[in-house]
C-alpha cells in the first residue's frame, strides 16, 4: 500500500487530480493560514530530519499521542511535520504492543496488572502533556523576545498597523508561535 500511495497521492492541492478548482483553492487558503506561502518545499530536507529527531517536542507529542490528539502543526515546515507524523506513528505503534502483553488471559476478568499500567502511562502522559506546554510556552517566550510579540489579528486578518496577520511563517520566522 505504501507504493501506492508513494505513486498516488498529490504533494499539493495543485497536484491533486480530484479536486475541483474551487476545492483546490480552499485547500491552498488552509497552507497558508495554517504555516505561510502557497509555495511547497516540494521535497526532503534532510538537515531538518536531523533537526526534528532532535526536537524534544516530536517525541512529546509522539508519547501524548497514545492518549491524546496531537498537534503535529507544531512544527515549522514540511519536513519537520512530516517527520513529526513519522515519529509519532513509530511511537504509537508501541501502544498495541503493550496492551497486548499487559492484559493477560489468565488475569481475567479484573486485569489488575493492565489496569495500573494503563492508569500510570496515562498519569505519565498528563506529566507529558504538562511538560511540552511548558516547553512550547517557554519557546513561544523565546520568540516573542526575539522578534517581538505577535500582534493580534483584526477581523479582516490585519494587525493595528494594517500588516497581514492572516499568513502564516514557516520555519519558526517572526509570525510563526506553537499552538497551545
Known amino acids: 500500500m505504501a507504493a501506492v ?12 487530480q480530484f479536486l475541483t478548482e474551487e476545492e483546490a483553492l480552499v485547500a491552498k487558503a488552509r497552507a497558508v493560514r495554517q504555516v505561510g506561502d502557497v509555495e511547497r518545499v516540494g521535497g526532503i530536507v534532510l538537515k531538518e ?39 509519532l506513528n513509530i511511537v504509537g505503534q508501541c ?26 502511562f496515562t498519569l505519565f502522559t498528563a506529566f507529558l502533556a504538562l511538560g511540552l506546554r511548558t516547553l512550547l510556552v517557554w519557546e513561544n517566550k523565546k520568540l516573542d523576545d526575539k522578534y517581538g510579540p505577535r500582534a493580534h ?26 499552538i497551545l
Open 5 to 16: 500511495a508513494y505513486f498516488f497521492l498529490p504533494v499539493s492541492p495543485d497536484k491533486a
Open 49 to 87: 530530519v536531523v533537526a526534528t529527531l532532535a526536537d524534544p517536542k516530536a517525541w512529546f507529542t509522539a508519547r501524548v499521542w497514545l492518549t491524546d490528539a496531537p498537534l503535529a502543526d507544531n512544527q515549522g515546515s514540511d519536513t519537520r511535520r512530516g517527520t513529526g507524523i513519522a515519529i
Open 95 to 120: 501502544g498495541p504492543l503493550l496492551g497486548t502483553n499487559i492484559f493477560p488471559k489468565d488475569e481475567s476478568p479484573r486485569y489488575f496488572k493492565g489496569m495500573w499500567v494503563s492508569a500510570a
Open 153 to 178: 489579528s483584526l477581523a479582516d486578518g490585519t494587525d493595528a498597523s494594517n500588516q497581514n496577520t492572516a499568513v502564516g511563517q514557516e520555519n519558526y520566522g517572526p509570525s510563526f508561535r506553537y
